[in-house]
C-alpha cells in the first residue's frame, strides 16, 4: 500500500474576509460555532484513513497554530498526525512563500519521500463531506500522474473558477483559471456527463476545480520543476502536456469560503435539515 500524505495549504491571507481575517489567516476562522475552517480538510483526511497531515502556514499564523496544537492530540499508540510546517527562511532561500505551488516545493524535503508516496494537495478554507479515498482510487485506477477533483458548476458562476475541459475518458485536456469571457471556454462545457460516482450531471454544465489534488511524488517534482508558484494559474495547466492528469468528478456540497458573503451563505447551510446538495462557487 502506497503512503498517502496530505498537505494542507492554510498560508492565505484572506483579504476578502476582513474583517474576520484581522487577526488571522482564513484556515483559523471560526465555522458551525465551535470549529475552524481548517478542522474540515483535517477531519476528512481522519476520516478517510491519512494519517499523515502537514498544514503549511504563513500569515497571522498564531491563532491557527494554537488551534492545531490543542485540538489534535492524539494517543502514544496512534500514528497519526497534523504537524504545521510554517513558512522559513534558510540559507539558500530568504523569500517566503510566494503561492500554493511554491509553498509545496520549500516543504518537499521535510517530509523525507523515498518517491512512492502519493501527495493529497488541500485547500484549507472549503467547506464539503468528501472521503479522499474514493478520489485516490479514481487516480490509481487511471495510472494517473496526477488527479484534480472537480465540481459542476453553472455557466453564471464559470468565470470565478478554474474550468477544466475532460475528454469520455476523464483525461485533462485543458484549463483556464477563472476565464475573462464565457467565449473562451468554447467546448469545455460538460453535456449530459456523468460524475465520478454515475450520477448524471445537468445538460450542460462546466467543470471547476475544487483546489483538491492528489499527486504521485515524482509527478509533482517533475510539475513543480519550472518556477511556477500556484497550483491553478500554472502548475495544473503547465502539467496537462508533460503529465498524465485525470479529473475526479465530486458530486457532493462544496463550497469556497473567500468572501463575507460566501461565509454568510455557508453559515446558513450548516444550520439547514439538510443543506443543498448542488456544488456552490465563490460569489
Known amino acids: 500500500m502506497k503512503k498517502i500524505i496530505a498537505l494542507i495549504l492554510g498560508g492565505g491571507q484572506g483579504k476578502r474576509l476582513y474583517p474576520l481575517t484581522m487577526y488571522r489567516c482564513k484556515p483559523a476562522v471560526p465555522i458551525g460555532g465551535k470549529y475552524r475552517l481548517i478542522d474540515i480538510p483535517v477531519s476528512n483526511c481522519l476520516r478517510s484513513g491519512i494519517k499523515d497531515i502537514y498544514v503549511l502556514t504563513q500569515f497571522n499564523s498564531e491563532s491557527l497554530n494554537n488551534h492545531i496544537n490543542n485540538t489534535y492530540r492524539f494517543d502514544f ?17 530568504t523569500n517566503w512563500f510566494q503561492g500554493t505551488a511554491d509553498s509545496v516545493k520549500k516543504n518537499l524535503f521535510h517530509l523525507d519521500l523515498d518517491g512512492s508516496e502519493e501527495i493529497l494537495i488541500l485547500a484549507g478554507d ?52 477563472k476565464p475573462e469571457t464565457l467565449s473562451s471556454l468554447k467546448g469545455y462545457d460538460f453535456k449530459l456527463g456523468k460524475s465520478s460516482s454515475g450520477r448524471l450531471l445537468p445538460r450542460k454544465t462546466y467543470l471547476a476545480s475544487m483546489g483538491v489534488y492528489v499527486f504521485n511524488v515524482k509527478a509533482l517534482s517533475k510539475a513543480l520543476e519550472d518556477d511556477a508558484v500556484d497550483f491553478g494559474r500554472e502548475v495544473i495547466p503547465g502539467s ?18 473567500g468572501t463575507i458573503k460566501s461565509f454568510y451563505d455557508a453559515s446558513i447551510d450548516l444550520a439547514s435539515q439538510v443543506p443543498s446538495a448542488r456544488p456552490h462557487a465563490e460569489l
Open 240 to 257: 496537462i502536456d508533460k503529465l498524465k492528469g485525470y479529473g475526479y468528478i465530486f458530486d457532493g456540497y462544496w463550497r469556497d469560503i
Open 126 to 177: 472549503h467547506l464539503y463531506d468528501m472521503d479522499y479515498m474514493d478520489l485516490i482510487h479514481f487516480h490509481r485506477k487511471n495510472k494517473a500522474d496526477f488527479t484534480v477533483s472537480v465540481i459542476s458548476a453553472p455557466e453564471g458562476e464559470a468565470k470565478d473558477l478554474g474550468i477544466l475541459k475532460l475528454n469520455k475518458d476523464s483525461k485533462i485536456t485543458g484549463f483556464k483559471e
Open 77 to 93: 499508540f496512534s500514528r497519526a498526525f497534523v504537524r504545521i510546517l510554517a513558512a522559513e527562511q534558510t540559507l539558500t532561500n
